[in-house]
């Protein structure tokens, strides 16, 4: 399997008025402009994907439509809790592996540090190894048998500046 991950992009600030929840803030216009950007620059990677999950959140679910619409994958798009801020690792790759058939490619579109904790679970075995993703960051793991624990290889990482070069 492959694992991208994927932090939602440019969001507004938390305590803007007019946005009651954490979970109601959106991407703020240069965060859509942004994403586009990314997910032009994953057509030019040639990324497809059997699934993208994304937290319901609206920034994240705002991502992930941007990058399902500009791949042609709208029909590919699904939500799921254990993505938010507060979601369950263990639940989450549970959840991947009663997927059946079981995907090749699945993008996680989601928040910090919640999936840079996720990426340094499954390389390291543990919850430290200094990785952080930028807002609109992608990441790529390789794994052989999805489970909580070392499990993947980092195969590479970019940063948003490094997607708009590929764009």
């Known amino acids: 399997m492959n694992l991208y991950l994927l932090r939602h992009g440019l969001a507004v600030e938390r305590g ?8 109601e803030r959106p991407l703020t216009p240069k965060g859509k402009r942004q ?3 990314i997910a032009a620059a994953m057509r ?3 990324l497809e994907f059997n699934l993208i999950l994304s937290s319901p959140f609206r920034r994240a679910r705002q991502t992930a439509e941007i990058v399902a619409q500009s791949l042609g994958l709208k029909k590919h798009l699904a939500f799921s809790d254990e993505l938010t801020p507060d979601g369950d690792p263990k639940a989450l790759i549970q959840q991947l592996n009663e ?5 090749e490619n699945v993008l996680l579109v989601g928040h910090e540090p919640h999936l840079s ?3 340094m679970r499954l390389i390291s075995g543990g919850a430290t190894a200094g990785i952080e993703l930028k807002k609109g960051g992608l990441g790529k793991l390789e794994i052989v048998v ?3 624990g070392r ?6 990482l970019l940063t948003p500046r490094q997607m708009k070069g590929l764009a």
């Open 16 to 23: 803007t008025p007019g946005f009651k929840t954490d979970a």
């Open 35 to 37: 994403l586009r950007q």
């Open 44 to 46: 030019s990677l040639d």
């Open 99 to 103: 997927l059946k058939p079981a995907p």
């Open 117 to 119: 904790g996720l990426m």
């Open 146 to 148: 999805l489970r909580f």
């Open 151 to 156: 499990c993947a290889t980092l195969a590479w």
